[in-house]
């Protein structure tokens, strides 16, 4: 390799890794503000990639016996197949969210595409619940530069990521589960699932076994089981 190219390699070596960085991890702000922290002594629980028949009915039972709240982040198709089940979400009391219609990466995506998969789902959201949801969740967390206009554009108000992850998206024995979630403390935003986005019916009975275990030992803390404030009651700007 000629020595006069070492430089600029390097340099787009690094803005390359900027770039993956500020798209994937959930701390970064680089393509706007997020959120992944709520009030002190307060558990912001998420669920993504519903709403799933198999699993959110008992999902929300649980909830209720331990006077839990929580975000569900829906994807639109799925609403669509299931309107009565977010329905019931919303009448339970839980913040329902927008995590797109299909659950593309947004990357890459034309601000067109961007648009047409927030907006549908928000659509379905209010069929089926009279709701618009003003918290999006990109799928996979990705986010590119043309995301939070676009966002803007739709009636979304805020960007919700997360602090602690159950990674939870594969089945798995309830005890590793339970062990991810022991670093939950105030402030946390969970990142949890109730669905999979490649179709309906996935079983995730090890994310709703871990959070039995764990729901009342939370409330024994004296931790606040919330869903996702307003965007206009986050305090301090995004985090």
Do not use: K
């Not at 593309?104 to 595409?113: N, Q």
């Amino acid at each position: 390799m000629t020595a006069g190219w070492g430089a600029p390699i390097g340099v787009v070596a690094a803005g390359a890794g900027l770039f993956a960085w500020g798209a994937c991890h959930p701390a970064s702000q680089l393509f706007g503000p997020t959120t992944r922290h709520v009030a002190p002594g307060t558990v912001a629980l998420t669920f993504d990639d519903g709403p799933n028949p198999a699993i959110t009915p008992g999902l929300l039972d649980l909830l209720d016996r331990h006077g839990a709240r929580a975000t569900f982040f829906l994807i639109g198709r799925f609403v669509e197949a299931e309107p009565g089940l977010a329905a019931e979400i919303a009448a339970r009391g839980h913040r329902l969210g927008n995590h797109t219609a299909t659950h593309p990466s947004l990357i890459w995506r034309t601000p067109a595409r961007i648009a047409d998969e927030i907006g549908r789902c928000q659509d379905a959201i209010e069929r089926a619940t009279g709701r618009r949801p003003e918290w999006l969740r990109p799928p996979y967390g990705f986010r590119g530069p043309h995301l939070q206009a676009v966002a803007r554009r739709m009636g979304i108000r805020g960007i919700a990521m997360w602090s602690v992850t159950g990674y939870d998206w594969t089945p798995q024995p309830a005890g590793r589960m339970a062990r991810r979630l022991s670093r939950v403390g105030g402030r946390d935003i969970v990142l949890l699932h109730d669905g999979w986005h490649g179709g309906l019916g996935a079983d995730r009975r090890h994310t709703v076994d871990a959070l039995a275990y764990w729901l009342p030992r939370w409330v024994d803390r004296g931790l606040g089981l919330a869903a996702m404030p307003g965007t206009s009651e986050i305090e301090g700007g995004r985090s």
